[in-house]
């Protein structure tokens, strides 16, 4: 694990003294890219929900899975990966790359620590893949920053990922935010959601991790039902199993009603139509 102290130096204007959702998640998965405060905040938060480490990987195991259906079936080979967090096994970029090594990804997060981990990730692979700091929330910058105006043909179908992130924006019109991106994008493109669900987690154990997160960067927390998570997806028509509990999207392995309700996240992708 790397040292507080040589993490901090690294990334001058990290903060260490408030957890960070990033971070935790990042240390939820195994990864090294954390601060003792977030593993503290981590470990507090098993404690108050045993199936928070569920979450990360059922969340993960859908990425990995959606983006490959992207690729192989829907023939896309643009992603703009919005709140992609520290990087960890299996990147949007090493998934899309086994499969199409054309393929170009944007990852946008406005957390340093992870943003500058993923610099130091991609080493060479700026020219098919980019990192932008900025807030997902702020689309015109987004869409503008040189890191995803300057890699995307926007006249060609993108995939917008947004996994684990509306659950913890500001507003609750997550749909509002995605629809601003899909206008961006052109018939034939694509959105990959994920988002928090009370499926076994108890009313305490909701407000137990609430109140954790309002110690962070990132201090709400907005639950949505399946009804309330296909809302997210104005435009687009579903792809196959629809809105689901995220380890059965496509799952590649049989996966019991009750592993997949441990993750308590909903999953879904969804494909602009064409004319």
């Given at each position: 694990m790397t040292d507080d102290t040589e993490l901090a130096a690294q990334?001058?204007?990290?903060?260490?003294?408030?957890?960070?959702?990033?971070?935790?998640?990042d240390y939820f998965l195994g990864g090294s890219a954390n601060f003792a405060i977030d593993r503290e905040t981590a470990e507090q938060a098993l404690r108050i929900a045993?199936?928070?480490?569920?979450?990360?990987?059922?969340?993960?195991?859908?990425?990995?899975?959606?983006?490959?259906?992207?690729?192989?079936?829907?023939?896309?080979?643009?992603?703009l990966d919005l709140g992609s967090g520290v990087p960890t096994v299996g990147n949007v970029h090493e998934i899309a790359h086994e499969h199409n090594p054309a393929a170009?990804?944007?990852?946008?997060?406005?957390?340093?620590?992870?943003?500058?981990?993923?610099?130091h990730l991609l080493g060479a692979e700026e020219h098919r893949v980019t990192v932008t700091e900025a807030d997902a929330c702020d689309v015109e910058a987004v869409l503008n920053a040189p890191g995803v105006a300057g890699l995307f043909d926007f006249a060609r179908p993108i995939a917008v990922l947004a996994f684990g992130i509306l659950d913890i924006i500001p507003s609750l019109d997550g749909a509002g935010l995605i629809s601003r991106y899909r206008d961006a994008c052109v018939p034939g493109s694509a959105l990959a959601v994920s988002n928090n669900a009370q499926m076994t987690r108890t009313d305490e154990e909701v407000a137990g991790i609430r109140g954790l997160l309002a110690n962070t960067s990132t201090p709400q927390l907005h639950?949505?039902?399946?009804?309330?998570?296909?809302?997210l997806l104005p435009g687009?028509?579903?792809?196959?199993?629809?809105?689901?509990?995220?380890?059965?999207?496509?799952?590649?392995?049989?996966?019991?009603?009750?592993?997949?309700r441990r993750g308590n996240v909903y999953g879904a992708v969804g494909i602009l139509p064409r004319a």
């Open positions: 990334v001058r204007h990290a903060d260490l003294t408030h957890p960070n959702i990033a971070r935790m998640y045993p199936t928070e480490r569920d979450y990360c990987w059922a969340n993960r195991g859908f990425l990995g899975r959606a983006v490959r259906y992207l690729v192989t079936e829907a023939g896309i080979d643009q992603f170009r990804v944007a990852y946008v997060d406005w957390e340093p620590v992870a943003c500058h981990h993923a610099r639950l949505r039902s399946r009804e309330e998570v296909a809302a687009y028509t579903l792809v196959e199993p629809g809105v689901v509990p995220a380890a059965q999207w496509r799952p590649d392995r049989p996966v019991t009603d009750e592993e997949a």
